[in-house]
Nanobody, 121 residues
Framework: HVQLVESGGGLVQPGGSLRLSCAAS????????MYWYRQAPGKQRELIAT???????KYADSVKGRFTTSRDNAKNTTYLQMNSLKSEDTAVYLC???????????????WGEGTQVTVSS
């Protein structure tokens, strides 16, 4: 059973920082691209960051220059460092991974359940 678990969310003041983690567990053959999404109340889910297995990254314009994604392949974990946070960054943050389970070798999209980030004074 493969799963993703996010952590690191919470309440932060505008201008502050948070670091989110997303760890994949279970019998995994390979993890390919990993993604960070967010969803604010009443809004569509937004793709904000992508990191390939080789470490190449891509960001949405809304977070470019403030957020940085990275990954530790040995730990099957991706991170999202969020700086200069604004009230409009308030959302549930979710990670998703393209991965192949051990013994299956078919690529699946696996989602975490999300972690709440609230930016407020």
């Amino acid at each position: 059973h493969v799963q993703l678990v996010e952590s690191g969310g919470g309440l932060v003041q505008p201008g502050g920082s948070l670091r989110l983690s997303c760890a994949a567990s279970g019998d995994i053959f390979a993890i390919y691209d990993m993604y960070w999404y967010r969803q604010a109340p009443g809004k569509q889910r937004e793709l904000i960051a992508t990191i390939t297995s080789g470490g190449s990254t891509k960001y949405a314009d809304s977070v470019k220059g403030r957020f940085t994604t990275s990954r530790d392949n040995a730990k099957n974990t991706t991170y999202l460092q969020m700086n200069s946070l604004k009230s409009e960054d308030t959302a549930v943050y979710l990670c998703m991974a393209d991965l192949a389970p051990e013994g299956d070798y078919v690529e699946y999209e696996i989602w975490g359940e999300g972690t709440q980030v609230t930016v407020s004074s």
